[in-house]
């Protein structure tokens, strides 16, 4: 474009953050702008389809417009939507959720339930990654590899914001790639160090210090030699009166609150009896599972993480639940065992990472045949592609409900119940 500066109409926000704007018809997404704000914006990237831009000056700016409380806002990729209260982040992020749903699954029919807000909108968050380079510690600057220097982040917990301050203070970080902290919501922590020439040994010094004055439960190493444990290398989380184990490799929800929000409203939704035989796909530790299984007759759980299978097993075992099956495989494999052995399930349950479950695994469900499918997602447009797939074989999404895990972010989970017709 020979005019590297023009001015911009905001129109939207799009999935992940993002807002859009047109010059001369052509798609122009901007960073950090509101709809209805008129923005003077310098071109940066150009691409085939469209184009992206960086806000020079708000020559307009929105009523709903905020000052942003971390001093790395618009710098850190972590965050897009500081800019905004909490109550204007969600609205538009249900608008581009709806979007997202119309363009890329044709999905335009269900009863959208109203978006559940987390109870926190900072300070939430009790898992984070964080990347070293040169002893500088902190997250990826926006569209790049380069780090932001950070000392604390708001949207953690206060004990893992002690931890970063602990390891900036007292950890000698040369040799070092990647830092991940992990912390259940009492605040005990593990963290997680990696790097290829990393000495194990500066580790083990820096647990003994630290859990002196943190609820540091164990520092675990991966260096070329292998895994090193220093204390623990797992903690306990205690959700609706249930134990759970959760190991440093297996996955768990960063935002506690919203996480028994979900649970709940699987519980309500499935409202699962003696008669019900469940498929539960990317099972995990068994948050879901336990409480699945304390209703129902059966529960086959499928999970590819063996470490995540194991603690699930013990979580199990302390809940006294002996009606489930555990199964250490990919979903698909999972999906694909259930058509083999022409097992009838009458719900199926899954929770899928961002990227979704794929065409496989839903085609395999299917064939299954259940009466009832929930699926759990942490991103639009992968669940809108899968749900047109179930769509296409008769099944009805019957509604969708919206939650906010990830306040000061672009991203949306949802949850949908897909019913045979």
């Known amino acids: 474009m020979p005019n590297r500066i023009l001015s911009l109409q905001i129109e939207k926000i799009v999935q992940g953050g993002d807002s859009l704007a047109r010059h001369e018809g052509r798609v122009i997404f901007v960073p950090f702008a509101i709809p209805g704000e008129t923005v003077e914006a310098e071109f940066v990237r150009e691409k085939k389809e469209y184009a992206e831009a960086e806000i020079v000056r708000i020559i307009t700016p929105s009523p709903e417009r905020r000052e942003a409380p971390c001093p790395v806002f618009t710098i850190c990729g972590g965050c897009q939507l500081q800019h905004l209260p909490e109550e204007g982040q969600l609205r538009y992020k249900v608008e581009a959720m709806r979007e997202v749903l119309a363009r890329i699954g044709k999905i335009a029919s269900y009863d959208l339930l109203p978006p559940v807000p987390s109870?926190?909108?900072?300070?939430?968050?009790?898992?984070?990654?964080?990347?070293?380079?040169?002893?500088?510690?902190?997250?990826?600057?926006?569209?790049?590899?380069?780090?932001?220097?950070?000392?604390?982040?708001?949207?953690?917990?206060?004990?893992?914001?002690?931890?970063?301050?602990?390891?900036?203070?007292?950890?000698q970080r040369d040799r070092l790639e990647e830092i991940e902290l992990q912390a259940v919501s009492s605040g005990d922590f593990l963290i997680v160090l990696r790097g290829d020439q990393f000495p194990h040994d500066r580790a083990e010094h820096f647990y003994e210090t630290a859990r002196q004055a943190l609820p540091l439960k164990g520092v675990v190493v991966g260096n070329r030699r292998g895994w090193h444990v220093f204390g623990e290398n797992f903690l306990i989380e205690t959700v609706r009166e249930k134990r759970f184990r959760i190991s440093e490799r297996a996955f768990s929800q960063v935002n506690p609150a919203v996480n028994r929000l979900l649970i709940e409203t699987v519980l309500d939704w499935s409202a699962p009896t003696e008669n019900d035989r469940i498929l539960e796909l990317y099972s995990g530790i068994g948050n879901f599972t336990l409480f699945l299984a304390e209703r129902a007759g059966t529960v086959t759980a499928v999970e590819g993480n063996r470490a995540a299978v194991e603690d699930a097993r013990r979580n199990l075992q302390t809940a006294g639940l002996t009606n489930v099956t555990l199964q250490v495989s990919a979903a698909e494999e999972g999906v694909r065992r259930a058509v083999r052995e022409k097992k009838p399930f009458s719900q199926i349950f899954l929770d899928p990472p961002r990227e979704g479950a794929g065409k496989a695994v839903m085609q395999g469900i299917a064939s299954l045949a259940p009466r009832k499918i929930f699926y759990l997602s942490c991103d639009p447009a992968t669940f809108a592609r899968d749900a047109r797939i179930l769509l296409d074989r008769g099944y009805v999404l019957k509604r969708l409900q919206p939650f906010d895990m990830f306040p000061q972010t672009g991203h949306l989970e949802l949850l949908a119940e897909m019913v045979c017709v």
């Open 119 to 171: 109870p926190l909108p900072f300070h939430y968050r009790t898992r984070t990654q964080l990347k070293v380079a040169r002893g500088e510690l902190g997250y990826y600057r926006q569209k790049s590899h380069e780090i932001v220097s950070i000392d604390r982040c708001p949207l953690l917990i206060a004990p893992l914001n002690a931890a970063i301050e602990a390891i900036l203070r007292s950890l």
